[in-house]
């Protein structure tokens, strides 16, 4: 039994900022990678980064040079920082994981979302 929750989601102007934050507890072996999808109305839930145990990370095409992904693996979390922000960017936003729950157990487990919103 894992539990993601998710933080961070709000409304900010055109060209601002917000972090999100992922935190995963409950029966964790390993975690091999965490990750943000998105699901904007009537469109299909896209993802926006992720990121494995060594470091290696993957971003959408629509958001590279403007979202950083990153982890405390110690901690069991993942944050998303996201600047310049358009209201294309607007959306649902879930966390991912990838756990290894027991010796021979992995698989992914979903936060419950929180929303971001880009509004003047």
């Known amino acids: 039994q894992v539990q993601l929750v998710e933080s961070g989601g709000g409304l900010v102007q055109p060209g601002g900022s917000l972090r999100l934050s992922c935190a995963a507890s409950?029966?964790?072996?390993?975690?091999?990678?965490m990750g943000w999808y998105r699901q904007a109305p009537g469109k299909q839930r896209e993802l926006v980064a992720d990121?494995?145990?060594?470091?290696?990370?993957n971003y959408s095409d629509s958001v590279k040079g403007r979202f950083t992904i990153s982890r405390d693996y110690a901690k069991n979390t993942v944050y998303l920082q996201m600047n310049s922000l358009t209201p294309d960017d607007t959306a649902e936003y879930s966390c991912?994981?990838?756990?290894?729950?027991?010796?021979?157990?992995?698989?992914?487990?979903w936060g419950q979302g929180t929303q971001v919103t880009v509004s003047s």
């Open positions: 409950g029966r964790i072996f390993s975690i091999f990678a």
């Open positions: 990121i494995s145990r060594d470091g290696n990370t």
């Open positions: 991912n994981a990838d756990v290894m729950t027991g010796w021979t157990t992995r698989r992914n487990y």
